[in-house]
T-cell receptor, first 115, second 113 residues
């Protein structure tokens, strides 16, 4: 177990709806990253948050947004859901700065199905 | 841009035989390389990493990986595979300057009893 928890584990939405996914990072980790893993693919970087600010973004449209809170927990919000948004969404926490070894600690993921 | 390639979709191996999962990388500068494993309907679990130093890296569950700079490879190995090693294996490289990882497409490993 990594100590990273995500909720919900599964959810079903319809096209056009909005979704919020939540993540609690491992104790002491100040950086949270979100990845999208489509079926049969490797995880794709969505964005990263450090000290409550976005600190890097992958090739995802603005309808993917996020938040990080003072306790380092995080949310991923997706607006105007599309069928292709169906995927496993993974949250990963890590340390930044000199303590960082580049190793990410992943949660179990939230499986989103868009109908 | 930093990237990794996993040329095989699936690797089948008999239980007790050596297991190798291939990965090649493309980076500018010194690479930070990782292997993760994913069991069905689960998140990714860290296996091992290479940052600097010894080219043979030992990790969790008896896995090891060999960094080869001349061949730009970072193959994952296990001397004797177990049925419980059946899973999806991902190679990844850290993108310079942040904690972002670029993952390969993954290799399904099937260990046959």
């Amino acid at each position: 177990e990594t100590g990273v928890t995500q909720s919900p584990t599964h959810l079903i939405k319809t096209r056009g709806q909005q979704v919020t996914l939540r993540c609690s990072s491992q104790s002491g980790h100040n950086t949270v990253s979100w990845y999208q893993q489509a079926l049969g693919q490797g995880p794709q970087f969505i964005f990263q948050y450090y000290r409550e600010e976005e600190n890097g973004r992958g090739n995802f449209p603005p309808r993917f947004s996020g938040l990080q809170f003072p306790n380092y927990s995080s949310e991923l919000n997706v607006n105007a859901l599309e069928l292709d948004d169906s995927a496993l969404y993974l949250c990963a926490s890590s340390l930044s700065g000199t303590a960082n070894t580049g190793e990410l600690f992943f949660g179990e993921g939230s499986r989103l199905t868009v109908l | 841009a930093q990237s990794v390639a996993q040329p095989e979709d699936q690797v089948n191996v008999a239980e007790g035989n050596p297991l190798t999962v291939k990965c090649t990388y493309s980076v500018s500068g010194n690479p930070y390389l990782f292997w993760y494993v994913q069991y069905p309907n689960r998140g990714l679990q860290f296996l091992l990493k290479y940052i600097t130093g010894d080219n043979l890296v030992k990790g969790s569950y008896g896995f090891e990986a060999e960094f080869n700079k001349s061949q730009t490879s970072f193959h994952l190995k296990k001397p004797s595979a177990l049925v419980s090693d059946s899973a999806l294996y991902f190679c990844a490289v850290r993108v310079y300057g942040n904690n972002r990882l670029a993952f390969g497409k993954g290799n399904q490993v099937v260990v046959i009893p």
